[in-house]
């Protein structure tokens, strides 16, 4: 069944990921002196951070924070009309809706949503000012578009000609039935500033041809977003419902906290959904993305195709495939 278990990026013992190591082995501050340290460094979902990560480096390299670098990447992406499940040019729901979703999390544990927001261009954008203009992390529809409005938001029609086009032809093919895979690109994206700051993002426009109203993982801190920065963070893309259903990225941050890499928690999260779900995954895909409090990664999925971009000084932007568990 396991399939190209492929050499990890950045495994590390037990002691020195845990609060432990604090008490029994290396110190952040050694583990930093040692050159463990990979700061800064950038990890996004699939081919988009080729265009992103650059954007979210640009800042990094110049001693920038992580917060203001994961928002500068994401927002590439959400302009882009050729990323069909982010922003401008997502694909609609059902009823033809382009709807998105969005959270931002920083290494203080702010964090900022907004969910099934119409007619505005950068989710995250709107994300981060409620979680710094507000008491609350999530601000939904209706709500969320008049809190958009009042910080000078202006609305647009992100429907494009293309996604109008697909949305149509799926009308013809599908019968009005909600799918769950008509593919995935949410960006979702880790990043590590010089001083050791971990933020991330998250930013999408949900599964294609969604129902109406329908909120995916993606604008949800602990599903498609954790960032600890005492451990580490992670992000998600995949089916959302699934990602929802095991708390996926806080689980990840957990399983960090307890020693294992960013490689291995994402993998223990994923073995532990399929022995759980086994069958009800059919036709459904999930997958992580990792960086630890050292900015060490890992990425792992369900089924064969997740890739990432990974962005560190000595590498530069490399776009990489992930690991998986099962072979289809
Ligand atoms: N996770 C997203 C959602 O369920 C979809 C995706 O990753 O493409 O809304």
Known sequence: MEKNRQPEVGRRSFLKTTGMAALCGPSL??????????????????????????????????????????????????????????????????????TLDACIMDHEGNCGAVAFLQNIRHPITVARRVMEKTPHVMLVGEGALRFALSQGFQKENLLTEKAREAWQKWLQDNDYKPQVRPGHDTIGMLAIDVQGRLSGACTTSGLGFKMHGRVGDSPIIGAGLYVDNNVGAATATGNGEEMIRCAGSAMIVEQMRQGRSPQEACEAIIRRLYNWRKEKLQGRQVCFIAMDRLGQTGAFSLRPGFEYTLSTAEGGHRLMKASYLLDR
């Open 29 to 98: 501050a050694q583990e930093i002196a040692s050159g463990e340290s990979r700061w800064p460094c950038v990890i996004s979902t699939w081919n988009s951070g080729l265009k992103a990560n650059p954007a979210a480096w640009a800042i990094l390299s110049g001693g920038g924070w992580a917060l203001d670098a994961v928002e500068a990447g994401v927002r590439v992406t959400e302009d882009d009309p050729e990323d069909m499940s982010v922003g401008y040019g997502g694909l609609p729901d059902r009823d033809g809706h382009v």
